[in-house]
């Protein structure tokens, strides 16, 4: 994925240091090379390597497609343990959510918040693997909510106008429909499960309860499982 800072025109890209060291590890390029490419925010392309010196490497870039079109998704995650931030970000991304939020719950812990992983180098970082991954170019927003009340009450009501609302909630709550095809706002739970308070927020929000089956997942499994019935 090239940045805007990566071209020196509009069809010609230099890459130097991690970016260079990256394409060196993962593709052992050699001059003459066609490697496809992406421009964040904008079209996918192939490119040939038409110079290549131990600290550079210069592409000449033909664009030619667009990028998949997103998911019709608005993500709303309790934040999730630290070392699962990276693999959500990079699976909700390689699935083409555009717009995420990481909330508070009663059920995250505090500590949660400091992670690293939450830095804007560390979820971009992540954002572009997993869009690198599917071949996609649009950048998702990633929002961060440490206060549960005034988002649901606040903003919520907003973020989700005119969308089907869906909490994924364990219980005898009906199934999660499949194949939903209209704009939709998901919810899912920390470890711990929303507590009953905030489903009721939820719900008066406009949120219908769902069940993903008799099954606990968890929070890193239930998000792909919830985000596949939109496919
Ligand atoms: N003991 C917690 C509870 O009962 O809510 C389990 C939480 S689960 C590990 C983490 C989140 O994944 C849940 O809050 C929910 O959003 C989602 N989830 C996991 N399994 C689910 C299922 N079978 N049905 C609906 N949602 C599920």
Known sequence: LLFEEDLI????????DRRLRHLQQVRDIKLGDQISVGQVNGLLGEATITELAPDSAKLSISWSKQPPAPLPVTLIIALP????????IQTVTTMGVKQLYFINSYKVEKSFWQS??????????????????AMDTQLPTI?????????VEDELPEIAK???????HPSNNQN??????????LAIGPEGGFI?????????????????????LRTETAVPVLLSKLF
Request: charged share 25%.
């Open 9 to 16: 025109s509009t069809d010609t890209a230099v890459l130097t």
């Open 81 to 88: 343990r630290p070392k699962m931030v990276k693999r959500i």
């Open 116 to 133: 690293p992983w939450l830095t804007e180098a560390k979820l971009l970082e992540n954002v572009v693997l997993g869009l690198e991954q």
């Open 143 to 151: 929002h961060l909510r440490k206060r549960f009340k005034p988002f």
């Open 162 to 168: 005119d969308s089907l609302r869906l909490v994924a």
């Open 176 to 185: 999660c429909p499949i194949q939903v095809e209209q704009q939709t706002t």
């Open 196 to 216: 009953p308070y905030e489903v009721e927020k939820l719900e008066s929000c406009g949120f219908t309860p769902v069940s993903l089956g008799d099954r606990i």
